[in-house]
């Protein structure tokens, strides 16, 4: 299974057929095993993955981390809140942390304003949250493993003194 599933990870466009070939599998085999992981959650979702300095819809996203401290429920902990801020569907991503804030955010707006505005408006005036702090992202060199920026230097050394 974790052999099919790195497999996935690193190309979700592989046939059943070049999977099995590569992990001397039957295809029936393969098939079964990719059921399994999806009707388990296992594999949640396949997706491309956008380069958002070539994508013109990408590229005038503006992008945000937040960074929140919140006041846990008691017999919720965080788990309550974060249920309601990962409904809004500005939120891209929403993680846990340890250090100084609790919960981190990834948000998509069209403009600064409309960051602004969802921050100011929706994140701060939940129940639980103390205090939120807002970073925007500029560019993005790697995400996911994934290289966005190409790099054409040439990178050899020169030989003379």
Do not use: C, W
């Not at 996935?8 to 592989?14: D, E, G, S, V, Y």
């Not at 707006?109 to 949250?129: C, I, R």
Request: zero cysteines.
């Amino acid at each position: 299974m974790e052999e099919i599933l790195e497999l996935l990870r690193q190309n979700a466009r592989l046939s059943v057929e070049d999977i099995a070939a590569m992990t001397k599998k039957t295809s029936d085999e393969v098939r079964s095993i990719i059921r399994k992981l999806e009707d388990d959650g296992v594999i949640l979702k396949y997706a491309a993955i956008i380069n958002p300095e070539k994508s013109k819809a990408s590229k005038d996203k503006v992008v945000a981390e937040i960074q929140i401290q919140v006041s846990p429920q008691r017999e919720h902990g965080f788990d309550a809140i974060a249920d309601r801020i990962y409904r809004f569907p500005q939120v891209k991503s929403l993680y846990l942390m340890s250090g100084g804030y609790d919960l981190k955010v990834l948000i998509e707006g069209d403009n600064l304003k409309e960051v602004a505005l969802f921050v100011s408006e929706k994140l701060s005036t939940l129940d639980g949250v103390r205090s939120t702090k807002t970073n925007f992202v500029l560019k993005t060199y790697k995400e996911n493993d994934i290289v966005y920026v190409e790099d054409e230097r040439d990178r050899r050394e020169s030989l003379q003194s």
